[in-house]
């Protein structure tokens, strides 16, 4: 099981959500969620999902010029 622990104030945004709170309005209050670990929700990638929309040139792993390779490494020379 997981925990957050969070302190807050009640405002009207936190009363919307949880209504509960109303008596607390104004107030400072520490809020504790409990919940099941769970992984996070993703989009899974799919092989060949781009084919034909990208196009890699023969020299995608040539040397980069001379300027551009300073640049990347933050010499501004």
């Known amino acids: 099981m997981q925990a957050l622990k969070i302190q807050v104030v009640v405002d009207d945004t936190l009363i919307h959500a949880l209504p509960a709170l109303s008596p607390l309005r104004g107030q400072r209050v520490e809020l504790i969620a409990l919940g099941e670990a769970q ?3 993703g989009v899974a990638p799919v ?3 781009l084919r ?3 196009e890699i040139k023969d020299d995608f792993d040539a040397p ?3 300027d551009i390779r300073r640049a990347f490494e933050g010499d501004e020379r």
């Open 39 to 41: 992984p996070p929700a």
């Open 47 to 49: 092989a060949g999902g």
């Open 52 to 54: 034909g929309q990208i």
């Open 64 to 66: 980069l010029p001379e």
